[in-house]
């Protein structure tokens, strides 16, 4: 399974991106889908996932501002971020989970996307 993740930008704070990630097979459609993020200097960490359900799950720092979702029926995935501050600047990662479920642990997950960068200038 690949993993083709887009969207990403230079945007100023205060505005919106959508990222979006399109799984190569329908693999995925069974399995919870993800996303991560690694700042400059700084570990990768969990965004947001979403399960086969649909049951949805965020990080603190982004509750309220951003949204995942997703399109079963393509094994695409979406992250509309909202909001944007210098602070969510970072390479942003896609991934599909080894299950129906996963959150944030990153062993939960068995493919990854090759990234895409937000860069928010304040």
């Known amino acids: 399974v690949q993993l083709q993740a887009s969207g990403g930008g230079l945007v100023q704070a205060g505005a919106s991106l959508r990222l979006s990630c399109t799984a190569s097979?329908?693999?995925?459609?069974?399995?919870?889908m993800g996303w991560f993020r690694r700042a400059p200097g700084k570990e990768r960490e969990f965004v947001a996932s979403?399960?086969?359900?649909?049951?949805?799950t965020y990080a603190d720092s982004v509750k309220g501002r951003f949204t995942i979702s997703r399109d079963i029926a393509t094994s695409t995935e979406y992250l509309q971020m909202s909001s944007l501050k210098p602070e969510d600047t970072a390479v942003y990662y896609c991934?599909?989970?080894?299950?129906?479920?996963?959150?944030?642990?990153?062993?939960?997950?068995?493919?990854w996307g090759q990234g895409t960068l937000v860069t928010v200038s304040s």
């Open positions: 097979r329908r693999t995925a459609s069974n399995n919870a």
């Open positions: 991934a599909v989970g080894r299950s129906s479920f996963a959150g944030a642990d990153q062993s939960q997950y068995r493919y």
């Open positions: 979403i399960s086969w359900k649909g049951d949805v």
